[in-house]
């Protein structure tokens, strides 16, 4: 015999007096089934009774108006565990909007298993990771309710830990919390979830501080509060005398909040001004720039404790009018004023919109896909119930359609290109990974390398002791991120150089055995206009590089230095021997030329012409520090040199240099704006350190005077700090 169902707690009753005979229906089925399936005794992980917790929850849902069917999915939010068939049977008896979201809420379970940041070896990787979990759940579900019940769920089960007693369990959980839970609320806006989040998981997570805060507020509680009630007293008595309709109270201070900023900004207790706090809600935004200038009037306000969050929102959209004021007696007085409509925000956040359709204004990108969603939710409650089931499709095309999240066997979150297969992940684990790269499991599966992830899978790679990876990954669209395709390169072009300049090496010894006597390797180097004896092995074994300009070169250091050579005889005696290039030596075309390397002149730049022993003329832009030295040391070697007409086709080389703020895609980005100029980029070097990257492109351009447009887009990609020439 079915045991009867407990009669329903107050606040339900209350709650199902405000909805439709069909919503209440739904709700009620969703209590009968959490009542009927839940097994007897059912505990959550710190030995909560699962009825307790769902039902704590599903208050706080409520109380947000998630809707009923929300109120009823967190009931039900265990059930997947405890009914393997479950789904049919609520679609059938609770709605298929409510069974979603349960099976929502049970990804989601799923991989908050993996949360725990701490084992991390650094505080910024363990921010970074944070970070990603929280941007992974966003991605994951198709309705952003699942992720605000999970913050109720989280919420509920820290209050409940308030009652007991301290453990590694609780620590772990408020740790959690701080890290994933709390910043998740902050950033959906859910002020009235957040400040709890933030509150319990300090409180179980540093015991002692707390209490001693907590003490703190408390001895001069009274005295604050009296405080308090006279300053809000001579406001609301300033505003009527203004004309102006006000809500003035006191604020709450919530102890986490005064903890970070002792810590930030290194203060006690008494010197912080916000521990007496005051809002001020008004009808219209005019009227709080009014209410603004007249408390400043009022008392003085202090430097550098003003912020307009009306002007310029924060990137969850919370809006408000901050400031500090000497009050009475000289303390200080931390003040909020904002509209009614912006307190509604920022108490529900992304909830309001299904009470009060707000709209958003994100900063970043991935803030704007946010704002999006926003409207997307709204655009949710006018629609059609046929159209309801494209939801889910509209908003993984729409919002995250560019990124996904995968999970190491260990929970590490990693952020890849949208279409992005193993190989790609394991070049984003390690460079040594992907390069060694044979095979892959996801969740658990063997799966070919060509297989595009999917969000919130577990991925496994299998790789060899030793190897390298394969052109065809490239040629057959296996790989999509920019930082796998650029090490798959540079592993290629390595490899390629290195069989050149070993092939160039064996060449260069024969011919070195014909010579007596043995030259000077690095002189003999120099001579040739290189650097070091291994670039004219690669030179060699490119092609660039004659045996007989070895030859000429080695019996040249064996000859007496040639008698100094001037400027006016190698115009007279030098009209070669070359094709015309483009460049004109003291008017004359037709000279032995060569671009020089430390400044890559190109048409536009003004140049001039150094006289070299074997390459001719060498051409550098009048601003080259090579050349203003070399100038100096041999003025006599210094001609008049200028651009000629160029032909059809021919580029030049120049390099440019881009520091930016290090972060995920920032490579793939500037390569796509100069794909966008239609500019051939022949070599790349990167750096980063302290999150800042240092990149140096070499690019291919017909004249100077195509740079500006250039650079000028390239300093608009995110993250961009500066960009210029070299």
Request: proline content about 5%.
């Amino acid at each position: 015999m079915t045991s009867p169902l407990p009669d329903l707690p107050q606040w339900l009753s209350d709650y199902l007096a405000t909805l439709t005979e069909a919503e209440r229906a739904q709700l009620c089925a969703a209590w009968a089934w959490a009542w009927t399936h839940y097994p007897a005794g059912a505990v959550t992980r710190v030995g909560q009774s699962k009825h307790e917790n769902r039902i704590a929850a599903a208050r706080m849902v409520a109380e947000m108006d998630l809707l009923p069917d929300a109120v009823a999915a967190t009931l039900l939010a265990d059930i997947p565990r405890y009914a393997p068939d479950w789904r049919a049977d609520v679609t059938e008896q609770c709605g298929a909007s409510v069974a979603d979201l349960v099976a929502g809420l049970d990804e989601v379970q799923k991989l908050t298993q993996f949360s725990d940041v701490s084992q991390l070896d650094t505080p910024q990787e363990r921010r970074q990771q944070a970070e990603a979990m929280r941007q992974m759940l966003l991605a994951m579900v198709s309705d952003i309710r699942v992720v605000l019940i999970k913050l109720a769920l989280r919420t509920a089960t820290l209050i409940y830990l308030t009652d007991q007693a301290d453990s590694a369990e609780k620590r772990q959980l408020a740790k959690e919390t701080l890290d994933i839970f709390a910043p998740l609320a902050n950033r959906l806006g859910v002020w009235q979830l957040k400040w709890q989040l933030e509150d319990l998981g300090f409180r179980h997570q540093q015991p002692a501080e707390y209490q001693r805060i907590a003490e703190l507020l408390e001895e001069k509680r009274e005295e604050r509060l009296a405080y308090i009630d006279n300053f809000v007293a001579t406001v609301k008595h300033e505003l009527a005398q203004a004309g102006v309709q006000a809500d003035v109270a006191g604020r709450p201070k919530h102890i986490y909040s005064i903890h970070r900023k002792m810590v930030k900004k290194k203060l006690g207790f008494d010197g912080l001004y916000d521990i007496r706090a005051v809002r001020i809600l008004v009808d219209t935004v005019a009227d709080c720039y009014a209410v603004l200038g007249l408390v400043h009037s009022l008392w003085q306000p202090i430097p550098g404790e003003f912020d307009d969050y009306i002007a310029h929102p924060k990137a969850n959209d919370y809006r408000s009018l901050h400031t500090v004021v000497v009050g009475p007696q000289d303390k200080g007085v931390e003040i909020q004023i904002r509209t009614f409509e912006m307190h509604r925000f920022a108490e529900f956040g992304v909830a309001a919109h299904w009470r009060y359709k707000e709209g958003g204004k994100g900063n970043s990108a991935y803030e704007q896909k946010i704002a999006w969603l926003r409207q997307l939710l709204d655009w949710r409650e006018n629609m059609a119930e046929s159209d309801k089931e494209n939801l889910a499709e509209a908003f993984h095309t729409e919002l995250f359609k560019d990124t996904i999240y995968v999970l190491t066997p260990h929970g590490k979150v990693f952020s890849l290109p949208s279409g992005a297969t193993p190989i790609d992940f394991a070049y984003a684990l390690h460079s040594d990974l992907g390069n060694r790269c044979r095979g892959a499991k996801v969740d658990g599966h063997i799966v070919p390398l060509s297989t595009p992830l999917e969000n919130g899978q577990r991925v496994e790679i299998i790789a060899a002791k030793e190897g390298h990876p394969s052109v065809s990954w490239l040629q057959d669209g296996w790989v999509k991120s920019s930082k796998a395709i650029a090490k798959i390169r540079a592993h290629i072009r390595q490899q390629n150089a290195e069989s050149v300049r070993e092939s160039g090496r064996s060449l260069f010894d024969k011919q070195l055995a014909k010579i007596q006597p043995k030259p000077n390797l690095g002189k003999l180097a120099e001579s040739l206009g290189f650097a070091k004896i291994e670039d004219v092995y690669t030179a060699v074994g490119q092609g660039d590089l004659s045996l007989r300009a070895i030859q000429k070169a080695a019996g040249a250091l064996n000859e007496p230095p040639p008698p100094p050579v001037s400027a006016d005889n190698l115009v007279k005696q030098s009209k070669i021997k070359s094709a015309r290039n483009g460049i004109l030596i003291d008017g004359e075309d037709g000279l032995l030329t060569t671009l020089a390397k430390c400044c890559k002149p190109a048409p536009g730049d003004a140049i001039a012409g150094f006289v070299t022993r074997e390459r001719g003329i060498s051409v550098h832009r009048q601003n080259c520090e090579a050349f203003i030295h070399l100038a100096e040391i041999h003025p006599e070697k210094i001609l008049p040199a200028a651009w000629a007409q160029q032909q059809d086709g021919q580029v030049f080389a120049i390099d440019i240099e881009i520091r930016a703020q290090d972060r995920s895609g920032l490579l793939r980005d500037i390569s796509d704006a100069l794909a966008r100029n239609k500019l051939n980029v022949t070599a790349v070097q990167t750096q980063s350190r302290d999150l800042e990257a240092s990149m140096r492109f070499t690019l291919e351009v017909r004249q100077i005077e195509d740079l500006p447009r250039v650079l000028a887009n390239i300093a608009e990609v995110k993250g961009v700090l500066t960009v210029s020439r070299l």
